[in-house]
């Protein structure tokens, strides 16, 4: 069964990219949410298996969401995306529960094996 994958960015041409590769290796897309609260609030509707999570966004950032999905699942499995020179953001993330990273801009192959790496 496809992985269901839920993809979190303000920026709608990243989603596009996101999701294009994600679909080329046989996932699922089943959510998109272009900032922190959409994601929570999709997260508890979707229950996907990963979700994709940007960190810099209005209303809600990626880290805060992250800690909010964790409260409602706390096996949640979220991979975050951070742009070059936000390595505090990071490590907050990490020790936040985040399964892993990709920087901006990305190789379709980081995305790919870091996905694979958290749910397979």
């Known amino acids: 069964m496809a992985k269901r994958i839920m993809i979190v960015d303000d920026a709608a041409f990243m989603r596009m990219m996101i999701k294009d590769i994600l679909v080329k290796n046989g996932y699922e897309v089943v959510g998109e949410a272009a900032n922190g609260v959409e994601a929570v609030e999709k997260y508890k509707e979707l229950k996907p ?3 994709t999570m ?3 966004m209005p209303e809600m950032d990626g880290v805060t969401a992250l800690r909010e999905i964790k409260k409602i699942d706390p096996n949640a499995k979220v991979i ?3 742009a ?3 390595q505090a953001m990071v490590i907050d993330a990490i020790q936040s529960g985040a399964k892993d990273f990709i920087v901006k801009p990305f190789q379709n ?3 790919i ?4 790496k958290a749910v397979g």
């Open 49 to 51: 298996d990963l979700v």
């Open 54 to 56: 940007d960190i810099t």
């Open 80 to 82: 975050m995306c951070s």
């Open 84 to 86: 070059m020179g936000q």
């Open 109 to 111: 192959d980081r995305v």
């Open 113 to 116: 094996e870091a996905v694979r």
